[in-house]
């Protein structure tokens, strides 16, 4: 990066985080630390929920899943705007009345300790790992822009987030919440704008999408219904509905978002407009993935996105080899080239028969330079087994390191850091307010002072930041972060949206048939992950029906049992 973009890039972050100190200063209860007094607008609950969600994981993955295999992804968030209506009805008028800190407060009001207790702990681990994964996501963008190892950037990124969080709680994350997210918009809008100028001049927006789709990577939408795969309209709108109302209704890091709206009213407005405007974000991120996909037409892309273990190989023994394999890359790509401006006069003159034939020719082609690619991923591997060699999360970062102009780079990097911080710190106040409302309140410390439970939420968060920062470590093992952020998700949520359920639902039914419902459903959920038998969305919908059924059917057994035995009594 040139200087230009080192100084936007420091500025950007010194004022994110000077300004969600000054704006939390004073906080010195723990009202204050973990609900931010409850004090603000729907705008603001909008943003800070979307920040929350909307990780560096968003703006560095999605573009490269739409360059690798098109926009379907989208369709995860069908199901969000009725799950938006669900809450809004439901969820936020009953925590909002109880004045709770967490979503698991009121499960032992309904249920018992020890269904509070096993819920508070499936959210814990699962976003404990969740946002260790979030942490890893902007080491990538510090190590390769420095050529160092992901190990010191990771430590870096955790240690900055961890510090503003601890000292400003809900206030400090909501705040710099609002500005990341103004940034992010802009950026964002940038850089789409960018994309589209940078291709050819006889080939426009309209052309690229044309481009892209014959090459398949504009398949938004597909209504087959098929349990195996991934992204369908059915996945999403049931999957998704299941997952997001979930996330958004039991996932303490947006319960925790939301809470902090200053009545029920604006808590409402504020996740009714996430729905709103969160699906367009998205369809606009895959969008930029599949132009910066018809821009590598045009431009030779690298044989492997990730520079820093690219360039560890070319340093390597095996530097003749690499050496080949990048010249065989570039000869492919020049006769791939030949075959793309074929494609494009025949698009121009709407030859259906010669667009078909130049689609089968150009599937050929990319076969062909995948399969030189996966040559240099082997190499990779013979060289470091430990080499990272998934780079689907480098191919925006790569474009815009390469391709964008001086200062809008750093711009787009540090909206990338914004989107970790955001989400991360987020994730770090969900998780301290959860452990000492939950745990430490409830089950060690019961009649401590308010001075008290806010240093144990400065501590929680410092322990729970170290956590994370130690799976971040290992984060590079998982592929794509941003399916491997929502497959981890998908292996809690059904079970804690299905104990959810039966306590607003179906209040015959008592806290230890929920309790072993939802310890049999986890072990099940877990046994169908691991074979494989489902795509990850519909495994949020089978975590929730059993946890019902289940505990409908242990709660019958009881009864019969009590039954039998009183009878025998008499």
């Avoid at 300004?19 to 004090?39: A, C, P, V």
């Avoid at 995860?76 to 938006?84: D, I, Q, T």
């Avoid at 560890?312 to 890359?329: A, G, P, Q, R, T």
């Avoid at 410390?445 to 971040?472: H, P, Q």
Wanted: charged fraction near 15%; glycine fraction near 8%; aromatic fraction near 12%.
């Amino acid at each position: 990066m040139s200087g230009l973009d080192w100084l936007v890039l420091f500025i950007t972050l010194l004022v994110i985080v000077v300004y969600g100190i000054y704006k939390s200063r004073g906080t010195e209860n723990i009202e204050g630390y973990l609900l931010g007094n409850q004090s603000f607008p729907w705008y603001s609950v909008t943003l800070s929920v979307m920040a929350t969600q909307a990780s560096a994981i968003t703006f560095l993955s999605a573009p490269g899943l739409a360059f690798s295999s098109g926009m379907s992804f989208v369709q995860f968030y069908f199901g969000l705007p009725l799950a938006m209506i669900v809450l809004c009805i439901t969820f936020v008028p009953i925590f909002h009345k109880l004045k709770i800190y967490t979503a698991y407060e009121f499960l032992e009001n309904r249920f018992d300790l020890k269904t509070r207790a096993l819920t508070a702990f499936l959210f814990l681990i699962q976003r404990g790992l969740s946002t260790g994964i979030t942490i890893y996501a902007p080491s990538i963008i510090l190590s390769t822009i420095l050529d160092i190892d992901t190990t010191y950037t990771t430590l870096f990124i955790g240690g900055l987030v961890i510090s503003y969080t601890v000292y400003g709680g809900t206030k400090a994350v909501s705040y710099t919440q609002m500005l990341q997210m103004s940034i992010i918009f802009l950026g964002l809008l940038l850089a789409g704008i960018l994309v589209v100028r940078l291709l050819p001049d006889n080939v426009g927006l309209g052309k690229a999408l044309q481009i892209a789709g014959k090459m398949g990577r504009t398949n938004a939408i597909d209504f087959k219904f098929d349990w195996n795969n991934q992204y369908t309209v059915w996945s999403g709108l049931i999957g998704g509905f299941f997952l997001q109302l979930s996330y958004f209704g039991t996932d303490q890091s947006q319960v925790g978002r939301y809470l902090t709206g200053s009545s029920i009213g604006q808590s409402r407005l504020g996740l009714l407009m996430n729905g709103l405007v969160k699906i367009p974000m998205q369809f606009l991120i895959l969008l930029i993935g599949v132009l910066v996909f018809t821009f590598y037409q045009y431009q030779q892309p690298p044989v492997f996105f990730n520079s820093y273990e690219l360039g560890k190989l070319e340093k390597s023994e095996y530097k003749e080899e690499i050496s080949k394999i990048k010249n065989d890359y570039s000869n492919a790509f020049v006769e791939k080239q030949a075959q793309i401006h074929i494609l494009e006069k025949a698009l121009d003159q709407d030859d259906e028969q010669a667009i078909n034939t130049q689609r089968s020719i150009l599937e050929e082609a990319d076969k062909k330079t995948r399969a030189i690619r996966q040559q240099a991923v082997d190499l990779m591997k013979k060289n470091d087994p430990k080499a990272d060699t998934n780079d689907n999360n480098y191919v925006f970062l790569s474009f815009v390191t390469r391709y964008l102009p001086q200062g809008l780079i750093g711009l787009l990097i540090a909206i990338i850091f914004l989107a970790s911080m955001g989400s991360t710190a987020g994730s770090l106040n969900s998780l301290a307010s959860t452990t000492v409302i939950d745990i430490y309140k409830r089950l060690i410390n019961k009649d401590a002072s308010d001075e008290k439970y806010l240093s144990a939420s400065r501590w929680a968060t410092v322990i729970w930041g170290i956590f994370c920062i130690l799976m971040a470590l290992y984060a590079s093992e998982m592929g794509n972060l941003l399916e491997a952020v929502n497959i981890l998700g998908s292996l809690f949520y059904g079970t804690i949206l299905g104990i959810f359920v039966v306590a607003f639902y179906l209040k015959k039914i008592g806290g230890s048939a929920t309790f072993y419902a939802a310890i049999i459903t986890e072990v099940i959920v877990f046994g169908c992950w691991m074979m494989d038998i489902m795509a990850f969305l519909w495994l949020n919908v089978v975590g929730c029906v059993l946890v019902v059924l289940i505990a409908l059917i242990l709660q019958r057994f009881q009864k019969n049992t009590l039954a039998t035995s009183s009878a025998l009594n008499t």
